[in-house]
């Protein structure tokens, strides 16, 4: 929801054993799954897609509704607590590997299924920005690989760990923010970067949707647009704290959901538009195959490319900084290219840089 390609042979890391439909394929060889599988799967996806539509809102009517009840102490006790710990989501952390490793985790991933691709190693004792393309309408790619144990990274890049970047104002929501940031999600701010970046050792990989809400409105099946040419921020923290650029491309994200695309001008867009500059995400008009939520059960690959070093520079210029910049939508396009083949899109399909 945020809103913010070597010539040799990738190594592909396989983690995910979920199939398209009933009856798929696992490693060579048919496996038919269960109905209890498959439902414990459309479980676990639907409760995220609720989760992320509605948990927030829920969060903020029970603790009014609360206010009005013989709990009213509990919901005053919780408020005073939101005060004194304010700053937490950007000064410090409450990730727990409880909540990333929960089961349901494994069926959401199997759903689609997702899979992880490694095509290059990380040095732990370096830190990264990861820019994830594209965003699609949930992030669903991005979410399972880096925001749970589901994918298997801990196991592909031992001794680096990844952190979710997602819209600040998510943060300050009661009860919602303590379930993100116990699945160590932080904000897409400036005081949080410099601490990840600076203050939490090495080995940390800060993992940022680039293209953000304005990518989302441009989601739609068989499109991939990333919305990157005008973004430069994320190069600059790089620079500011020499973490190499890291480019991630999630093949299959634009598929889960169909979407009206509104023409630019539009009441409906000038809406979006509008709505999106308020509150930081866009309300996309979209539905699923089934109960208009669920997803299409639609392979998404998640590929990891090859880092970009980045020197550090306290003080960036801007010609170093279009130079990073010009170096990673290099990047990004190559990965693109490189993998889009094996990924089930045609050779002749293109990336739309904007």
């Not at 048919?30 to 992320?52: D, H, M, R």
């Amino acid at each position: 929801m945020l809103s913010f390609s070597s010539t040799r042979e990738s190594t592909s890391i396989q983690i995910n054993f979920g199939i398209k439909s009933a009856k798929g394929k696992v490693a060579g060889m048919t496996k038919e799954k269960t109905q209890l599988k498959e439902f414990l799967e459309a479980i676990g996806v639907l409760q995220w897609v609720l989760s992320f539509l509605f948990l927030g809102l829920a969060c903020y009517i029970l603790m009014v509704y609360l206010m009005f009840t013989s709990l009213w102490p509990l919901s005053t006790l919780y408020f005073i607590w939101l005060v004194i710990d304010w700053q937490t989501p950007e000064t410090g952390s409450r990730r727990t590997g409880f909540v990333r490793k929960w089961r349901v985790w494994e069926h959401f991933k199997d759903f689609f299924p997702i899979k992880l691709v490694k095509t290059a190693e990380l040095n732990p004792n370096k830190n990264y920005i990861f820019g994830s393309h594209p965003h699609g309408i949930m992030c669903a790619g991005a979410f399972a690989c880096f925001s749970t144990e589901g994918c298997g990274f801990a196991e592909a890049y031992p001794g680096v760990r990844p952190t979710l970047a997602i819209l600040a104002g998510l943060f300050r929501i009661p009860l919602f923010r303590e379930y993100i940031m116990s699945a160590g999600l932080c904000p897409v701010s400036k005081p949080s970067l410099a601490r990840l970046l600076s203050k939490s050792g090495k080995g940390n990989a800060v993992v940022i949707v680039i293209g953000g809400a304005a990518e989302s409105l441009a989601s739609s099946p068989g499109v991939n647009t990333v919305v990157v040419k005008d973004r430069k921020g994320f190069v600059r923290v790089a620079l500011e704290f020499g973490a190499d650029l890291v480019p991630v491309y999630s093949f299959g994200e634009n598929e889960l959901f169909k979407q009206v695309i509104l023409s630019e001008g539009s009441l409906g867009r000038r809406f979006q538009d509008l709505f999106k500059k308020i509150m930081g995400f866009a309300p996309c008009l979209f539905i699923g195959e089934r109960f208009a939520l669920l997803p299409y059960r639609t392979p998404i690959t998640t590929v990891v490319g090859s880092p970009i070093s980045v020197p550090k520079r306290v003080l960036p210029t801007e010609d170093e900084v279009d130079h990073y910049h010009r170096l990673y939508m290099e990047a990004l396009s190559k990965l693109f290219h490189e993998h889009k083949v094996k990924c089930g899109l045609s050779e002749n399909h293109e990336l739309r840089i904007i």
